[in-house]
């Protein structure tokens, strides 16, 4: 009966394929658990949709769950969990302590190896299958495998980013009842891994095709394989460059499955360096800084921000590969629900990720200068007609990345105000969320007292000032049933912007750094943002380092930055995670002039970060170990 069901499932599947032909390509039925020879290995267009299934599961499992309902009600978003944002509420009660102190614990990077080894073996097995089919000609078989495999190196990337090294299965393993211990193995070292992706990469990209038509635009290409070279030899390069500054010991790290031996750091950034080169010098026919030819700052934000919204849907030039995402299809996302601002978030939640104040400052002036706010003159502090104001000649991608108080929004402005300064001078605070919040009198006004978009440490508005703009679809007008509609906006896995970043970071990394060429990539950058050039004299790998931060801001990787370069563990003050609470930017009202004053708030209601060195690599859990005695714990942790 239960091979019935499989059939008619798999049937159904092979039927909605042919129906739907090219046509948005990842928008399949899910074939996971139904695969039989029989029906699957005899139709090529049935192999095709279980290719389907795994680039559904093997690109969803890396940093893109936080876009679904339930990961975001916790800190497991790589972005609140680095020196970008603050969680504005969180359902573990660990977290709603507002003194709270946390570490990187286990189970906030919740990425089991059974999970990930599943969608390995997957792999594993398509990949001798097409290569044993009698149904696809050399052609097909050759691009199957070149997709396939670029999925399995991209589940190891997810892995060893995390782990170090881990065991490296290229078969599917068969599990024999009277041999269990056949099904154990030995962990690579972190080398090896990053040496495994980075050589499938090379043997693939010459495979796959620079650019696919519209209806197949989500799947990997030749620009896709080498982003992923660029990116692991970078991390990689800098892991060993920089893993010496740590402390970690025993037996996983004599081993190599954890820290990468300085002396390997040269050919790995050797091989990020290569594959940055041949997408920004050789495939200028297909891949394009996205620019606009006016020049006003506006314009400049304008540009940056559609980089990254549903309208362009990835026709821009700059996008390598992105992860699709179909509401028609079932495959939507509630990214926009869960982090609209407070007034325009209809039906509850809003505001998963609050940008902290100190990213908003690390946006520099267009003219290059540091981007301090400028909310006093010594002890007297500044007045302001419009929230806005404050930001003005600030760097667009601010603009683009961020609201701020006072952003255009649907035809009104975000309005985020910590309270009212009546006529006598006196402060009075808001201390609801908008929607709860009562009017009030007090001498020369009469409202409520936060802006309709918060100003409160209480509910879920945002407790820091901002919200994040980045991803946010500004077209959705039924914000109140997306649980049910959600989002299709694509997540951007690789542009062409994070390759300028990387090729400028290895050109400063290397024994001997191609300044000249490090310094293209950064002014290329600059430029399309709108902010001054620098000069050589003013490049320092700090300035790389900074560049990254704002430009990839919410893209899910400073959070792996900070831990590639080994300064997550220092102090706040050392430029690290550990004593960073966030700060926050409190706008006041001031009756008695109608304009606004600003001050800093230093005890948002957040958690304090705790970085430990072991927090470097994830722990294996019981679950991993216990089946595979081979599996060395990584250093600091107990089983």
Not at 190 to 219: H, M, Q, V
Not at 287 to 303: F, I, M, P, Q, V
Not at 379 to 406: E, H
Not at 439 to 454: E, F, R, W
């Amino acid at each position: 009966m239960k091979l019935i069901k499989y059939k008619i499932a798999i049937l159904a599947g092979i039927i909605s394929f042919s129906l739907i032909g090219c046509d948005d390509y990842l928008n399949r039925e899910n074939t996971s658990g139904i695969i039989t020879p029989d029906l699957v290995w005899t139709n090529p267009k049935a192999i095709e949709a279980v290719l389907v299934n795994m680039y559904d599961e093997g690109i969803k499992h890396e940093d893109h769950d936080y876009w679904d309902y339930n990961s975001k009600s916790d800190l497991r978003n790589p972005t609140t969990m680095s020196d970008e944002a603050q969680g504005s509420y969180q359902k573990n009660p660990l977290f709603s302590n507002a003194d709270a102190v946390y570490t990187y614990n286990d189970w906030l990077l919740n990425d089991p190896l059974s999970t990930r080894y599943k969608y390995i073996r997957n792999t594993n097995d398509f990949i001798r299958k097409v290569a044993e089919s009698d149904v696809l000609n050399d052609t097909q078989k050759e691009q199957l495998d070149a997709e396939a495999r670029w999925i399995r190196a991209y589940q190891y990337f997810g892995l060893v980013k995390r782990y170090g090294g881990v065991p490296l299965l290229t078969e599917p393993q068969q599990y024999n009842p009277d041999d269990p211990a056949s099904m154990q193995a030995a962990r690579a070292s972190e080398a090896d891994i990053y040496d495994f992706i980075i050589n499938e990469c090379n043997a693939i990209k010459d495979i796959l095709p620079e650019t696919r038509p519209d209806a197949s635009k989500y799947r990997i290409t030749r620009g896709a394989a080498l982003a992923l070279c660029s990116r692991a030899g970078l991390y990689a390069g800098t892991i060993a460059k920089y893993s010496n500054t740590l402390s970690l010991s025993g037996t996983a790290v004599a081993r190599g499955y954890v820290c990468i031996p300085e002396s390997e750091s040269e050919r790995f950034f050797k091989a990020s360096h290569d594959a940055s080169y041949e997408l920004l010098y050789n495939m200028t026919n297909v891949y394009s800084l996205k620019r606009t030819a006016d020049n006003t700052d506006e314009a400049k934000a304008e540009n940056f921000y559609q980089i990254f919204s549903a309208t362009t849907n990835g026709n821009n030039g700059e996008y390598i590969l992105q992860k699709q995402y179909n509401v028609a299809g079932k495959r939507g996302h509630m990214w926009d629900k869960m982090n609209m601002p407070f007034s325009y978030r209809q039906g509850g939640w809003g505001c998963g990720m609050a940008p902290v104040l100190e990213l908003i400052e690390d946006f520099e002036y267009t003219d290059g200068t540091p981007g301090k706010l400028k909310v006093a003159n010594g002890a007297t502090l500044i007045s302001y007609d419009n929230l806005i104001d404050l930001f003005k000649g600030k760097d667009p991608r601010l603009f683009a990345s961020i609201y701020v108080p006072g952003s255009p929004l649907k035809g009104s402005n975000v309005e985020w105000r910590r309270g009212v300064i009546d006529q006598n001078g006196t402060k009075h605070t808001a201390s609801k969320q908008p929607s709860d919040e009562v009017s009030v009198n007090v001498p020369g006004y009469t409202g409520i007292l936060s802006g309709k978009d918060g100003g409160a440490d209480a509910g879920d508005a945002s407790k820091t000032g901002f919200y994040q703009r980045k991803f946010i679809d500004e077209t959705l007008d039924d914000l109140a049933n997306i649980d049910d509609k959600k989002s299709s906006t694509p997540w951007v896995m690789f542009r062409l912007g994070e390759i300028y970043l990387n090729y400028a970071e290895v050109c400063m990394e290397m024994s001997s750094p191609k300044v000249s060429e490090a310094l293209w990539a950064i002014n290329e950058i600059r430029d399309r943002a709108g902010i001054r050039k620098i000069t050589s004299a003013e490049l320092t790998i700090e300035k790389v380092r900074h560049e990254r931060k704002v430009e990839l801001a919410f893209e899910k990787h400073r959070y792996w930055d900070m831990k590639r370069w080994r300064i997550a563990h220092l102090s706040v003050n050392e430029g690290g995670l550990t004593g960073f609470r966030g700060k926050a930017l409190y706008p006041w009202l001031d009756v008695r002039t109608g304009k606004y004053v600003f001050e800093i708030g230093t005890k948002p209601p957040k958690q304090t970060r705790l970085f430990l060195e072991r927090n470097y690599y994830n722990r294996f859990g019981t679950e991993d170990v216990t089946p595979n005695p081979l599996l060395v714990q990584n250093p600091g942790y107990a089983y």
